[in-house]
């Protein structure tokens, strides 16, 4: 597998935050990657890193096979980036930031702009300084997407849309993705995370907690297991965590010995039971709040 | 030359106004003076008498009433002062902006480095400067042709080339440090051209203390001098950018390596 993104031993520490450590994370060409982490974990710090907008204090970051030092201009060429809150120089018109970014990248992009821009129904006239956040995180779309980049890299990409506008990112993304771009995301929504990513990471306080496919996360991590006619389970269950009762049903995450709980569940009683595989939020939570496996 | 063209067209407006503005003034100040010369006897027995605030203001041993050195001290006061504002806020906000209102995570994820940005403001805040200048001397000639008079050639340009001196210094100086600072505040600029305009009065009360004439610009500006030395004073001038031009390259070096505030 060719790497888009590959980091060894990243570590970026700031005066008074702290940054991350010892990161290692691998995007491969087609991926659409998952950056998870709680506020602070590092994700930012780790794009900014990528883009060349903040240096390292040690480990490697290489963009393309290029490191992102010495390379930088090379790289941010192929590079569609989409932050959490754009900012633009007033006083300029939609049509005026798209015009000014292709000239940076001295590319034609005028076609794709306009379609961008059509398909998020985003006024190319209208003056920036009168758009709403979301018509702002519309523009970011727009400059990220219209040279067409093989790598997109999007922090916090759909807050502030509605979910129509969602939609239509995605659909972009997609269309993106489908012509061969690799995708990098950080993202607070694992619903999305898990919707559109094949692979994932998941960060906590600047550290690696976990990066693998989508598919094998969901695997590793707890099942969800429901007891339908259930009103009482001790707490000290053997190996259930985070249990809930909600209408005679009791629901726990298990990670463990099946065979255990079936024995220990003989002294439980229940009318039903299913055993399912978590969602995103919770694979999230059970690397998150216990630790889960460090690397 | 994207950002240099977006520079230009961010300041132009700002720009205009404060060379309109301090050209409404020169042009003023011209066409008050065959009244002022008129009394000029009065005038300059009052500054004999004025002692060391005659002396604060350099105008003993001149003759304030001829015509280039009343120009020399009341648009050299126009020019000097707010020209030296003008070059102080464009120059501190010129590169920390881009920290202060967050622009920097629209500019630099593209493909530019850092020092061409730097080159582009640069050339951007030295664009704004000179037609500052170049409206003021256009206002001058305009003043003097109202009140139908010239101004002699050679000290007129001597005098107009001190004061851009002085304005660029300040810019430059204004430059580097912006490109260590995170946000964007006119205010150390502004305490610098006010300090430097104190310093100069300072010299001029007190003449022991002459080598602190390469602290400030004002001194290098001054008509008098300018007039006494028969021309720009380049010693003065070439030691005044010795720290700024130090502060500005330290500076350029800084930002081209510095983590940028997001």
């Keep these: 597998m060719e790497a888009v993104i590959k980091t060894h031993q990243l570590t970026k520490r700031y005066r008074r935050a702290r940054g991350i450590t010892d990161l290692d994370i691998t995007v491969n060409k087609g991926d659409i990657y998952g950056f998870i982490g709680s506020n602070g974990a590092g994700k930012s710090t780790t794009i900014r890193v990528l883009l060349g907008l903040i240096y390292t204090n040690a480990g490697r970051a290489e963009v393309f096979g290029l490191d992102v030092r010495r390379h930088k201009r090379e790289i941010l060429s192929d590079i569609g980036y989409i932050p959490s809150e754009a900012s633009y120089y007033p006083g300029m018109r939609v049509s005026d930031a798209l015009k000014m970014a292709s000239q940076f990248r001295r590319r034609d992009c005028a076609l794709e702009a306009r379609r961008v821009c059509g398909a998020l129904s985003l006024d190319m006239n209208r003056k920036i300084d009168e758009l709403s956040f979301g018509n702002k995180k519309k523009l970011a779309i727009a400059l990220a997407l219209q040279h067409k980049p093989p790598l997109l890299i999007l922090d916090e990409a759909t807050s502030g849309l509605d979910p129509l506008v969602q939609k239509a990112f995605w659909d972009l993304i997609m269309d993106r993705h489908r012509a061969g771009a690799t995708v990098f995301l950080s993202s607070h929504v694992l619903s999305e995370v898990q919707q559109h990513c094949t692979r994932a990471a998941i960060i906590r306080e600047g550290k690696l907690v976990v990066e693998d496919s989508v598919e094998a996360l969901s695997r590793s991590a707890a099942k969800r297991v429901t007891l339908r006619g259930c009103d009482y389970l001790p707490e000290d269950f053997p190996g259930a965590l985070n249990i809930t009762n909600i209408n005679h049903n009791t629901s726990f995450l298990f990670r463990g010995d099946y065979k255990k709980l079936m024995r220990d569940l003989q002294a439980v009683e229940f009318s039903d039971l299913s055993i399912t595989e978590p969602d995103m939020e919770e694979i999230f939570l059970h690397f998150y709040e216990k630790g889960g496996e460090q690397k | 030359m994207t950002v240099l063209r977006n520079e230009i067209r961010f300041h132009w407006k ?165 490109c260590f600072r995170k946000r964007d505040s006119v205010v150390p600029g502004l305490g610098l051209v006010l300090a430097f305009y104190f310093v100069n009065l300072f010299i001029n009360i007190n003449r022991e203390v002459a080598t602190f004439k390469y602290f400030t610009p004002y001194y290098y500006t001054d008509i008098g001098r300018i007039t006494s030395n028969g021309g720009p004073m380049w010693d003065a001038i070439g030691l005044g950018f010795a720290v700024p031009g130090l502060i500005f390259i330290l500076g350029i070096l800084y930002y081209s390596r510095k983590d940028l505030a997001i």
């Design chain 2, 14 to 178: 700002g720009t205009l106004i404060w060379s309109l503005s301090l050209s409404f003034f020169a042009i003023l100040a011209l066409t008050l003076y065959p009244q002022v010369a008129n009394y000029s006897g009065m005038f300059n027995a009052m500054v004999e008498r004025m002692g060391i605030l005659g002396q604060m203001f350099n105008l003993q041993n001149m003759d304030m009433f001829e015509f280039m050195n009343y120009y020399g001290l009341e648009n050299g006061n126009f020019l000097g002062l707010g020209g030296g504002m003008f070059a102080a806020i464009t120059a501190m906000n010129i590169v920390a902006r881009e920290e202060g209102r967050h622009t920097a995570e629209f500019l630099f994820p593209h493909p530019i480095n850092r020092t061409t940005v730097l080159v582009q403001k640069f050339i951007a805040m030295l664009l704004q400067i000179l037609v500052l200048n170049a409206i003021f001397i256009m206002a001058g000639h305009i003043g003097a042709g109202l009140i139908g008079m010239s101004f002699p050639q050679k000290r007129f340009t001597d005098f107009h080339l001190s004061l851009l001196m002085m304005n660029l210094q300040v810019a430059v100086l204004c430059f580097g440090i912006s």
